[in-house]
């Protein structure tokens, strides 16, 4: 995708950057809302190599993810929180890359939305258990993406997919906590009993 410049940014009203934290390759997809249909600004991933250590390479995903805020300069950053698989290493690692990532956007004042694997599917594709593959197709359809513009990585569609969550959660009405019985309204409400 062609990279927008810094003039070209400001037409959007709000940018959302949806990130796919991982240690060996970290998905990003930025979204920008001119109205009330979401576009694609940019979307990728960055490999890190296997043979650098695993704190250097949280140290480039830090570094990444700046560069991204510095760039894109979104108003919100959408997350996808680790998957809770059996292996444990893994999974501290996944939580490390993801907290560095989100380290990183708030030392930029980035809010952060973190969102499960689940939702996301569901939000994109009406199925939690859905492949990476049919998320991505459903992307390409929900957003008009021709599909040479798709990167090869799956990261970098579940990034664009966490944002799109995170855009689809952020345009819902918020329900109001009201009185669940009589008794609770009366006390919320004394003036207006009598």
Same mark, same amino acid.
């Given at each position: 995708?062609? %990279?927008?410049?810094?003039?070209?940014?400001?037409?959007?009203?709000?940018?959302?950057?949806?990130?796919?934290?991982?240690?060996?390759?970290?998905?990003?997809?930025?979204?920008?809302?001119?109205s009330r249909t979401?576009? %694609?600004?940019?979307?990728?991933?960055?490999?890190?190599?296997?043979? =650098?250590? #695993?704190?250097?390479?949280?140290? +480039?995903?830090?570094?990444?993810?700046?560069?991204?805020?510095?760039?894109?300069?979104?108003?919100?950053?959408?997350? =996808?929180?680790?998957?809770?698989?059996? $292996?444990?290493?893994?999974?501290?690692?996944?939580?490390? *890359?993801?907290?560095?990532?989100?380290?990183?956007?708030?030392?930029?004042?980035?809010?952060?939305? =973190?969102?499960?694997?689940?939702?996301?599917?569901?939000?994109?594709?009406? $199925?939690?258990?859905?492949?990476?593959?049919?998320?991505?197709?459903?992307? +390409?359809?929900?957003?008009?993406?021709?599909?040479? *513009?798709?990167? &090869?990585?799956?990261?970098?569609?579940?990034?664009?997919a966490v944002a799109?969550? #995170?855009?689809?959660?952020? &345009?819902?009405?918020?329900?109001?906590?009201?009185?669940?019985?009589?008794?609770?309204?009366? &006390?919320?409400?004394?003036?207006?009993?009598?």
């Open positions: 995708m062609n %990279v927008p410049s810094s003039r070209q940014m400001r037409r959007w009203q709000r940018v959302i950057i949806g990130i796919d934290p991982g240690t060996n390759v970290m998905g990003y997809g930025v979204l920008g809302l001119a979401p576009e %694609v600004i940019d979307l990728g991933a960055i490999k890190f190599k296997a043979t =650098e250590s #695993h704190y250097l390479r949280l140290r +480039r995903i830090h570094e990444s993810v700046l560069r991204l805020v510095e760039q894109f300069l979104p108003d919100e950053m959408a997350i =996808e929180a680790p998957f809770f698989g059996k $292996n444990v290493q893994s999974m501290l690692k996944l939580g490390r *890359a993801q907290g560095v990532a989100m380290v990183a956007a708030l030392s930029r004042d980035v809010p952060i939305t =973190e969102y499960e694997p689940r939702k996301i599917k569901m939000a994109i594709t009406g $199925n939690g258990a859905a492949s990476k593959e049919q998320v991505q197709e459903m992307l +390409r359809r929900i957003l008009k993406i021709e599909r040479e *513009a798709l990167p &090869a990585e799956l990261d970098a569609s579940d990034a664009l799109l969550t #995170h855009y689809y959660e952020s &345009a819902r009405p918020q329900k109001t906590a009201g009185p669940h019985s009589w008794k609770e309204f009366v &006390a919320r409400n004394p003036d207006k009993v009598r």
